[in-house]
């Protein structure tokens, strides 16, 4: 498998898309992905909110070097069609479910790996599927929050109107290089993550790919009703048939504090399949912030898939 990924596009047609006007239509999505050319099985990679595809290369050239691998920009990140907000949680998980129909990847052969929301959007593509999705799938910190909280995003957070603050215009590459390992948590991350999430966080002309509009409708609806992802885990006839790791950070959440880890300490108890791994010292970016020990768990979750795939 080449380090170099190459670049491609695919439209899936039929899918909400918000006008300029603020009305919902459905007409094709243009969505990009990055692929690593390899052997099966097929590893669907997913990144979390307000990141891209390309953040995780270490990992990827790292833990799963020689498979095909497949790592999506979601809608309003890198690379991917842009709308104005509102931006769903399910949409995204409904995306990814027409991605696998589109490419037909082998669903027996096809194993998810997603981070934060990418964790959700895999877990709820799983969820509403007619069949079996995956083979297997490995949440890290997914942004699947307590029961109770889906209903908070319904009204205005104020603990995410900062995001509508962020700046979102350099005047290059090093410019926001610079400016970024001056500040938390980014400081807190290996030089050639940081360059990784900025190179492609960034367009031709340097401004952020993803709108600091499009981040802050996606964490409110990360708490919003139409959400809450237990009545369809619940309802499904065929998540409870793959196994799910869950592996999160071991700081309890804190709504509007994103070194906390979102995900609910009972979901394992939603899979019949469930595992669960707990971090110590570990912030819910620790994929990024800590890549060795993300490296380590992949290997570690495809060696157990190979073992139990004899």
């Known amino acids: 498998m080449s380090s170099d990924p190459?670049?491609?596009?695919?439209?899936?047609?039929?899918?909400?898309?918000?006008?300029?006007?603020g009305q919902t239509t459905?007409?094709?999505?243009?969505?990009h992905y990055w692929e690593w050319k390899g052997h099966q099985p097929t590893i669907l990679f997913c990144h979390a909110a307000s990141f891209h595809g390309r953040c995780y290369d270490r990992i990827i050239n790292e833990a799963l070097h020689g498979y095909h691998v497949i790592s999506l920009d979601f809608r309003g990140h890198g690379q991917s069609q842009k709308h104005p907000p509102p931006y769903r949680f399910r949409w995204l998980g409904e995306d990814i479910l027409h991605l696998i129909e589109t490419l037909n990847l082998p669903k027996n052969n096809l194993i998810g790996i997603g981070h934060s929301m990418g964790g959700y959007a895999l877990t709820y593509a799983a969820a509403i599927a007619p069949t079996i999705l995956f083979r297997s799938l490995l949440l890290c910190d997914p942004g699947i929050v307590v029961q109770s909280l889906y209903g908070v995003g319904d009204k205005k957070l104020e603990s995410?109107?900062?995001i509508l603050r962020r700046k979102t215009q350099w005047s290059s590459l090093e410019d926001m290089i610079s400016k970024f390992e001056k500040r938390t948590p980014f400081s807190r991350w290996p030089k050639d993550i940081l360059r990784d999430y900025c190179?492609?966080?960034?367009?031709?002309?340097?401004?952020l790919r993803c709108s600091s509009e499009g981040?802050?409708?996606?964490?409110?609806?990360?708490?919003?009703?139409?959400?809450?992802?237990y009545p369809l885990i619940e309802q499904s006839k065929h998540i409870h048939d793959i196994?799910?790791?869950?592996?999160?950070?071991?700081?309890?959440?804190?709504?509007?504090?994103y070194d906390t880890s979102p995900t609910a300490p009972e979901l394992?108890?939603?899979?019949?399949?469930?595992?669960?791994?707990?971090?110590?010292?570990?912030?819910?970016?620790?994929?990024?912030?800590?890549?060795?020990?993300?490296?380590?768990?992949?290997?570690?979750?495809?060696?157990?898939?190979?073992r139990s795939n004899l």
């Not at 459905?26 to 969505?31: R, V």
């Not at 190179?199 to 401004?207: L, P, R, S």
């Open 6 to 21: 190459t670049s491609h596009f695919i439209t899936l047609p039929n899918r909400p898309i918000v006008q300029a006007n």
């Open 26 to 31: 459905q007409g094709p999505l243009n969505l």
């Open 160 to 162: 995410v109107e900062y």
């Open 199 to 207: 190179t492609y966080a960034i367009d031709e002309d340097y401004k």
């Open 215 to 229: 981040e802050h409708s996606l964490y409110q609806s990360a708490s919003a009703s139409d959400t809450n992802i």
């Open 243 to 257: 196994p799910i790791h869950i592996v999160r950070s071991s700081l309890p959440h804190i709504l509007g504090q």
């Open 268 to 306: 394992v108890n939603w899979f019949k399949k469930g595992q669960d791994t707990r971090l110590e010292n570990a912030v819910h970016l620790f994929p990024m912030e800590q890549p060795q020990v993300m490296t380590d768990i992949v290997k570690k979750f495809m060696k157990e898939n190979m």
